[in-house]
């Protein structure tokens, strides 16, 4: 036995003290220690604190100074990941979060994340999970690694640690993922511990919203969670189920008998005393009671029997919850929203819009938004109700907030009838001159719109449409001033002579308004005569004579302030006097004459085509400007959201039919990401507004790229059996200078002669000039449903092609803007698309588009890529589908 001392080492011989070191003393020790601290300094010197890599820069003045700071600390990050220095990861990995937040690139420590996690210390599993959600992408082989640290961590005795486990997974769980854990998953929910259970019930939620497929895997557990005590839980709990119900109307189905039990809990809560635990000013648990009603409102929608059973409690709830606080408000507004969404009683919607008209007086701006925009909803559900609040609304055109302004002028609208007209229009009229400059035009547009379908007298809509050119000024829409011109020719004479008075004495007090100018100068060339020689008019000024007229015309058409297009206008105006007035034509050629110069090659042509009626076809122009035959006024089908008409119809001339074939449109770019790659060549449709022409195969090759265009591209055949010929419609445009519209007539070419038109107009798309078929039903299929937008198809066989109807459905809570619908088919069908009827869908709005399929082969089978985009809040969003369950037709 060695001596415990060491000197009593000496005592023993040298062969058997195998501890004795002859070059072993002090001063080698000492030595060898300070060797070995200074390589270890120069090779892991301690790091820099996260809170004075903060500090560092926060003190850069400049973006180089910041970037050389992120730099210097990156390159010394990726320095200790190489030598494996464990003491330190923890801290360089928390610098490397900050690095990542301020967008510098950390992904070189996913690695490094993965390593903590497989530690056993809680401090480290915790950094290491928040840097997986962090800096994980989509690669296969880290989300292996990931999946199996996640798997051990699921298991452990520690709730703490499954729960890292849990949040982690219930934030970047891919689908291969969420299918290897999902037992998992389902196993924590049934666990004994409340903080596993909640936290697996999240989890649950997140993985069915990104693997909905998953679902079943999850409805046995689910059924008691509403059971539970814990408020926790059954937050998470309504939470999932209302996913559930959402994705799958099968499951909607099986929990409508939960509503009892809802009911239930919303009754607890409202009736509860005080909970300290779940108060939020002097209400129990207001989170929980605004995901209760979110799920009532889903499964009452459409449903007679669960809207019976929740009728009572939502009375309870809008009348006894207190509104002096936020927190009251966002539960009655949640309670509005169901009760106007389900099958309620009369008494109750009335009830729910009197709560919004409460909103209109708060004082929180948001809140009368937020009632502004749910009224614009609800104002088809029970205009009545809305009604009453009407005096409110207009108040709330005064409000300096621009947002509150849109949505109660938007709302004004939705509530204008026959017996308001008068008063509403009075108030729009104020709030008109007054508005900004964003909202001239789409107000403008609206009140055109409403005094057309509520005008009480002919001369009333007269003068409402003049107020409405002198207030909104230049930024009327051309549509207002085609339609007014419409309206006024249709007017009995009597009221184009006293509107040309009003228009006369409007355009001498301001001649910088262009769309007043030109239907003030259209009217006075129509009724010049009436309004000089009628001596029943009433003048506010002197009565003009015709020199003042040809003076006023004169100094329009030489003035800097006066456009174009108003210049158009006035000369063929002017022209037009040069037949009713009694004596001026010497001025009136004097004028147009000086007009064959002119530089505008517009003005030019007109001058010059004028002079020759002064002239040698002087005997022409009694006839050829004599009065305007009334027009047929084609109504606006409708206004969106921002004012913009969605479809109108051009002036027609009775008698005449106009064919537009000059919109054939293709969108290169987008078409080729639905075309995709591989054997299923996708054909492009040709977009067109009424009528498609042929399109040979080579105006599509640019489009198409490499794709096979070997199949023909929709020539227009004449079936005669005598000859083969091909027939292709010709436009002729002719410009009537009197109205300034457009008319075109579809002319018809055959082999070059004159010959008269073929009368197969099936083909050419003109399907109201060939002789009536009996059109079979159309058959409904939904082509997309999601995020609350749906599409359906309305298919219907017609003679040599099918019809297909989109029909697009808003059923969210937001407005969309740039919709914009696009469609691809095999190569062994053609397809045309029409125009959509608008671009922009409300709330509960709808827009559609005919398209029309022709099959090249009996055994084809129709498919179609869907492309849709749109804009929603200002985020741009693009959805993708694919429809193959079209019906037999």
């Known amino acids: 036995m060695y001596p415990y001392y060491e000197n009593e080492w000496g005592i023993l011989p040298i062969e058997h003290n195998r501890r004795f070191n002859p070059g072993l003393n002090m001063a080698t020790i000492r030595q060898a220690i300070n060797e070995t601290i200074e390589r270890g300094i120069m090779r892991m010197p301690t790091p820099t604190r996260l809170r004075d890599l903060i500090r560092q820069i926060r003190a850069a003045k400049t973006q180089a100074e910041e970037r050389a700071v992120v730099n210097r600390e990156c390159a010394y990050i990726r320095s200790t990941f190489r030598e494996e220095d464990s003491v330190w990861r923890c801290r360089n990995i928390a610098k490397l979060f900050y690095i990542h937040m301020l967008g510098y690139p950390a992904h070189f420590g996913q690695l490094e994340c993965l390593k903590l996690i497989a530690s056993p210390k809680f401090t480290d599993k915790r950094i290491g999970y928040l840097g997986a959600m962090l800096l994980l992408d989509e690669r296969q082989d880290v989300h292996l690694l990931i999946t199996n640290c996640l798997k051990n961590d699921l298991n452990s005795p520690t709730q703490f640690v499954v729960g890292l486990a849990l949040c982690t997974l219930g934030a970047i769980a891919s689908p291969e993922m969420a299918r290897d854990l999902a037992g998992e998953i389902e196993k924590l929910m049934k666990s004994p511990n409340a903080y596993i259970r909640k936290k697996a019930v999240l989890c649950a939620f997140r993985i069915i919203r990104r693997v909905p497929e998953l679902m079943e895997i999850f409805l046995p557990a689910t059924r008691s969670l509403l059971n539970e005590k814990n408020h926790g839980i059954l937050i998470t709990g309504v939470t999932l189920i209302t996913e559930m119900c959402e994705n799958s109307p099968d499951t909607l189905n099986h929990f409508k008998k939960i509503v009892p039990n809802l009911v239930r809990i919303l009754k607890n809560l409202i009736l509860a005393g005080y909970s300290p635990e779940h108060d939020v000013s002097g209400v129990s648990d207001p989170f929980l009671q605004v995901k209760i009603l979110r799920l009532l409102r889903i499964l009452g929608r459409n ?256 003035s800097n302030q006066v456009n174009t297009v108003s210049k158009q206008y006035a000369l063929v105006s002017l022209a037009k006097l040069s037949t009713r007035l009694k004596c001026g034509q010497n001025e009136i050629k004097e004028i147009i004459d000086t007009f064959g110069s002119h530089l505008n090659i517009d003005l030019q042509q007109r001058g010059v085509e004028f002079s020759q009626l002064f ?118 445009s002719i410009l009537d200078d009197n109205e300034n519209t457009k008319i075109s007539e579809s002319l018809f070419n055959i082999n070059g002669s004159g010959g008269a038109p073929t009368e197969n107009y099936g083909d050419l798309g003109l399907d109201f000039l060939s002789t009536p078929t009996t059109q079979t039903s159309a058959k409904i299929t939904t082509a997309f449903d999601k995020n609350d937008l749906l599409i359906t198809f309305a298919t219907t066989r017609k003679s040599d092609y099918v019809e297909v109807i989109m029909t697009t459905t808003n059923n969210s809570l937001d407005t969309l803007e740039q919709y914009l619908f696009q469609a ?57 589908a694919e429809v193959s369950n079209f019906p037999d037709v």
């Open 303 to 558: 449903d007679s029997e669960s809207s019976e059973a929740m009728n009572d409690i939502l009375a309870q709830v809008a009348t006894n919850t207190e509104t002096s606080k936020n927190v009251g408000n966002t539960i009655l507004y949640e309670t509005v929203l169901t009760i106007m969404d389900i099958k309620s009683e009369g008494g109750l919607r009335v009830l729910a819009v009197n709560i919004l008209g409460r909103f209109l007086l708060n004082n929180d701006k948001n809140i009368r938004y937020i009632a502004l925009h749910t009224l614009l909803k609800t104002v088809n559900v029970d205009i009545s109700a809305v009604q009453r609040h009407r005096s409110t609304i207009l108040e709330c055109l005064k409000d300096p907030d621009v947002t509150i302004r849109k949505r109660a002028m938007e709302l004004s609208f939705a509530l204008v009838n026959a017996q308001n007209i008068r008063a509403m229009a009075k108030e729009l009229l104020i709030f008109l001159e007054k508005a900004d400059a964003e909202f001239k035009a789409q107000c403008s547009s609206s009140m055109v719109l409403s005094a057309e379908r509520y005008a009480p007298t002919i001369r009333w809509h007269l003068d409402t449409l003049l107020s409405i050119l002198i207030a909104a000024g230049n930024y009327v829409r051309d549509d207002v001033t085609s339609s007014t011109i419409q309206m006024i020719s249709s007017s009995p004479s009597n009221e184009q002579a006293y509107i040309a008075v009003k228009f006369w004495e409007a355009i001498h007090e301001t001649q910088d308004n262009q769309p007043l100018t030109q239907v003030g100068v259209w009217c006075i060339g129509e009724s010049g005569d009436q309004m000089l020689y009628n001596s029943e008019l009433e003048f506010s000024g002197e009565k003009p004579d015709e020199a003042a007229i040809i003076e006023l015309y004169s100094k329009l058409l030489w």
């Open 615 to 732: 002239g040698q076809y002087n005997h022409l122009r009694e006839s050829l400007l004599e009065k305007m035959p009334a027009m047929t006024i084609n109504k606006i089908n409708g206004i969106n959201s921002n004012g913009d008409i969605m479809e109108e119809e051009l002036p027609r001339i009775t008698a005449e039919k106009t064919v537009n074939n000059n919109n054939v449109k293709s969108n290169t770019d987008t078409l080729l990401d639905l075309l995709g790659n591989g054997d299923d060549i996708i054909s492009p449709p040709i977009q067109t507004t009424m009528t498609t022409t042929a399109v040979p195969a080579s105006n599509l090759l640019d489009l198409l790229g490499d794709i096979d265009m070997s199949a023909p591209a929709m020539p227009i055949m004449n079936n005669n059996n005598n000859n083969n010929i091909i027939t292709s419609p010709v436009t002729m």
């Open 824 to 880: 691809a088919v095999p190569k062994s069908f053609q397809l045309q698309m029409m125009s959509p009827t608008g671009s922009v869908l409300l709330p509960g709005g709808i827009v559609s588009q005919e398209m029309r399929v022709k099959s090249n082969s009996p055994s084809a089978v129709l498919r179609m890529k869907l492309r849709i985009s749109f804009v929603c809040n200002g985020n741009p969003i693009l959805e993708q």
